[in-house]
C-alpha cells in the first residue's frame, strides 16, 4: 500500500510540476537502483523533496524539520510518504537517523544548508553534514534545483506558476543529478575543505539545472 500512495502521490506531482512549472530534470541515471546512497542538494523551496523524488529511480526516504509535521497538509503529505523528523540542522539524532536508513540500503535525501535559502543561491553547508559524511560507505549524489526559489520560496504565500503551455517564467523549474561521489574523496579531509568541496559539486549541478530549464 505504501508503495502504491507513493507511486500515486509521484505522477500527481509529475503532473503539477511538468504542466504547472515546466520541470525539466536531467542525470537521473546517476542515482544507483540499488543499495544506499545519500543525496544532497541545495534547498530553494518547499517544493524541493518533491522535485528531486521525481528525479530519482527508487523510493527515496526524506528529512523534515520536526515542526512541519504539525503543518496542515504539508505534514500528513510528508508523514504518510515515509519522511524522518529531525530537529533544524544535523544534530546527532538527525545524523543516526540517516544512519540507520542508509545501513537498511535505502536513498536517503538531506538538505546540508539545514534551511531554506534567503537569496536563491546555495548557502554555506552546515558542519554537522561533515560528520555524517564522514560515517558513510555509501555514493554520494549531488543535486541541483534552480527556478523553486521564484516557484515558491520561503518569503512568498503563494506559489508563481509558470504553465508549460505559457511563455516561460523565471519560476519554470530545473533539476540535475550529477555523478556520484565516492566517499573515499573525503577521507581525512579538513571539514573546511570538504565542506567548500560538496558546496562546489552542488553549485554545479544547480548551472546544468538553469541550463536544462525551460527558458
Known sequence: MGRMWYDAAYWTMWGLFTFGFSYRGTGRGNIPKRGPVLIVSNHQSMFDPMLVGLSCPRYPTFLARK????????????RSLGSVPIDRGMGKDGIQAVLD???????????????????GAVQPL?????????????????????GAFEAWNRFMKIPHFSPLLLPPESSAVGVSVGKAIDPIRYKGVDRDD??????????????????????
Do not use: W
Open 67 to 78: 515542526n512541519l509535521f504539525d503543518v496542515p497538509v504539508i505534514g500528513p503529505a510528508i
Open 101 to 119: 536508513r542508509l545501513n537498511h540500503g535505502r536513498a536517503v535525501l538531506v538538505f546540508p544548508e539545514g534551511e531554506r535559502t534567503h537569496s
Open 126 to 146: 552546515k558542519p554537522g553534514i561533515s560528520l555524517l559524511i564522514r560515517r558513510v560507505n555509501c555514493p554520494i549524489v549531488p543535486v541541483g534545483i534552480t
Open 194 to 215: 570538504m565542506l567548500a568541496d560538496l558546496r562546489n559539486e552542488i553549485e554545479k549541478q544547480v548551472l546544468v539545472a538553469n541550463a536544462v530549464r525551460r527558458s
